[in-house]
């Protein structure tokens, strides 16, 4: 399965757009991208998913260019609420995800 | 609609003794999952059910841990002798096929004294 990398952590301030950038190298043909959020004593909750160009749903925007070496998960206007854990991971038919460390980011006042 | 329901929310037991988590998915998700999380650290799959048949435990330590889905429902994950470093977050998710996004409870957070 490909291989995620993204930044141990982040901070932003309340108001700011944040975009965290991972990168997958070795995606395969078939592969998705897709993005889970995890607040302090709960499961993972599932943001967005795409394959290329750009997704948006009501939480975030998902911007994968055309070789899908990457992706940026953009969350406009963050708030203290948006404080968390995000996972950005491939996801390969039916192989389960494999979640890495994620990137922490903190959002300040 | 509720969510994935976990229980105990919070277990604490001493090294050896036995502990066991319940898990009840999303009504109609034929998919679900074990995964254990260490403090600071990603969820690690344990094993994975289609319906009642466990299709990839291979992350399973079946020496002390085990785990079944009677029914294709409910599912319960039990560890015998527990120790030490067993000491994590356990979470169960459910799916509506292994292909769908995953829907995660709150989880049960073990303590081995």
């Known amino acids: 399965l490909a291989k995620t990398t993204q930044p141990i952590s982040m901070d932003s301030y309340e108001g700011q757009e944040v975009n965290i950038t991972c990168s997958h190298n070795?995606?395969?043909?078939?592969?998705?991208i897709t993005w889970y959020q995890q607040f302090p004593s709960q499961g993972p909750r599932f943001i967005i998913q795409?394959?290329?160009t750009k997704v948006t749903n009501e939480v975030a925007s998902l911007f994968i260019p055309a070789d899908r070496k990457s992706s940026t998960l953009s969350l406009p206007r963050v708030s203290l609420s948006d404080t968390a854990v995000y996972y950005c991971?491939?996801?390969?038919?039916?192989?389960?995800?494999?979640f890495g460390k994620g990137t922490r980011l903190s959002v300040i006042a | 609609e509720a969510g994935v329901v976990q229980s105990p929310r919070y277990k604490i037991i001493e090294k050896k003794q036995p502990v066991a988590f319940w898990c009840n998915p999303i009504?109609?998700?034929?998919?679900l999952y074990w995964y254990l999380q260490n403090l600071g650290q990603g969820p690690e799959l344990l094993i994975r059910?289609?319906?009642?048949?466990?299709?990839?435990d291979s992350q399973l330590p079946k020496d002390r841990f085990s785990a079944e889905r009677l029914k294709g429902v409910d599912s319960t994950l039990k560890i015998q002798p527990a120790e030490l470093g067993d000491s994590a977050v356990y979470l169960c998710?459910?799916?509506?096929?292994?292909?769908?996004?995953?829907?995660f409870g709150s989880g049960t957070q073990l303590s081995v004294l």
């Open positions: 998710a459910s799916s509506l096929d292994p292909v769908s996004k995953l829907f």
């Open positions: 070795n995606i395969a043909t078939n592969d998705y």
């Open positions: 795409g394959y290329k």
């Open positions: 991971l491939v996801k390969r038919g039916n192989t389960p995800l494999v």
């Open positions: 009504s109609g998700h034929n998919t």
């Open positions: 059910y289609e319906n009642e048949e466990a299709v990839d």
